[in-house]
């Protein structure tokens, strides 16, 4: 069966650091794959899609960028963090029809 | 994608039936229902998707009205464990994966199930 994986759980960052969050997918090839970010109180809102290796979507302008070096491993980073960088990141994979299979996040706050 | 309509939030009794309603009045013909749901500190979970057909899996049903416009998820008998926010969404049929397969979650439906 499929596993996604996502580390670390929690993040608390000063403003200005870097930032770099690993997402992996086991028992599937190919997936799509996702990052999204949940501010406190708010809604899912999709950052990044990945289709395949190197092939990286981004749906907003911000602060963030997302890479894809193997099938199966997607990394969110950040150059140097704003306090708007704060909430819970979530990394998904794509099912056949669309359905999406979600990680446990990482709740990362920024100080 | 069309537009889905869900009641902000309601409440049911722990043991009893939640119907969750969703409108979604301009689906076309080559769209699908999903549902997810969204525990509190967790990331989503797929729940059921259907087309015109009702479908019924270990988790939910979905009942599509005959027209389409309106669709019910119901938890037959919910439990504590079942408070959440309930996502409605209509996304095209199909697996185009160069187009990504992006899902939009919208407000939801906040459901609290009391004891």
């Known amino acids: 069966s499929q596993t996604i994986h996502q580390w670390p759980a929690t993040l608390v960052q000063p403003v200005g650091s870097p930032l770099s969050l690993e997402c992996t997918v086991e028992g599937t090839s190919n997936p799509n794959l996702y990052w999204y970010r949940q501010a406190a109180g708010r809604g899912l809102q999709l950052l990044f899609y990945?289709?395949?290796?190197?092939?990286i979507s981004s749906e907003v302008p911000q602060n963030l960028s997302a890479s894809r070096p193997q099938d199966r491993q997607f990394i969110l980073s950040s150059k140097k963090l704003l306090l708007s960088d704060s909430g819970f990141y979530l990394c998904?994979?794509?099912?056949?029809?669309?359905?999406?299979?979600f990680g446990p996040g990482t709740r990362l706050t920024v100080t | 994608d069309a537009k889905t309509t869900q009641p902000p939030s309601m409440d049911c009794a722990e043991g009893r039936a939640a119907n969750l309603p969703c409108n979604h009045s301009t689906i076309s013909g080559n769209e699908y229902v999903y549902w997810y749901r969204q525990i509190h500190s967790q990331g989503p979970q797929y729940i059921i998707h259907g087309l015109k057909n009702n479908e019924t899996n270990e988790m939910a049903s979905l009942i599509i009205t005959e027209d389409r416009k309106s669709s019910t998820l119901i938890l037959p008998h919910a439990t504590l464990r079942d408070t959440a926010v309930y996502y409605c969404?209509?996304?095209?049929?199909?697996?185009?994966?160069?187009?990504?397969?992006?899902?939009?979650f919208g407000g939801g439906t906040r459901v609290l199930v009391k004891p």
């Open positions: 969404i209509v996304r095209v049929a199909g697996m185009i994966k160069a187009a990504g397969n992006k899902l939009t």
């Open positions: 998904a994979w794509g099912g056949q029809l669309y359905e999406q299979y």
């Open positions: 990945s289709v395949g290796i190197g092939q």
